[in-house]
């Protein structure tokens, strides 16, 4: 079975820290693009951050304040947040992406993000 699974969210306040983890069982996660992708009450769902071949990228309302990495030995990526501000507060997605001749893509359950006083 393939399975991504998002952890680690949670309530913090404004300027605090918090790291997501997403593992994946059921396929090697090294050989996938990740991301993280987040999505607020009445907002559409938005990318954050996604690793590809050691290249990462951010979304501009989060450079420099977020880190997205993997540990390949643990099949896990994660998210480091920095900073966190109120407008942070959203669930949290992890996906996995591949295009071979087909395209493979998998989303986790979600997790939830607070940020405030």
């Known amino acids: 079975q393939v399975q991504l699974v998002e952890s680690g969210g949670g309530l913090v306040q404004p300027g605090g820290s918090l790291r997501l983890s997403c593992a994946a069982s059921?396929?090697?996660?090294?050989?996938?693009?990740m991301s993280w992708y987040r999505q607020a009450p009445g907002k559409e769902r938005e990318l954050v951050a996604r690793i590809a071949r050691g290249t990462t990228t951010y979304a501009d309302s989060v450079k420099g304040r977020f880190t997205i990495s993997r540990d390949n030995a643990k099949n896990t990526a994660y998210l480091q947040m920095n900073s966190l501000k109120p407008e942070d507060t959203a669930v949290y997605y992890c996906?996995?992406?591949?295009?071979?001749?087909?395209?493979?893509?998998?989303w986790g359950q979600g997790t939830q993000v607070t940020v405030s006083s």
């Open positions: 996906n996995a992406n591949r295009r071979l001749l087909t395209e493979l893509n998998y």
């Open positions: 059921g396929f090697t996660l090294s050989i996938y693009a």
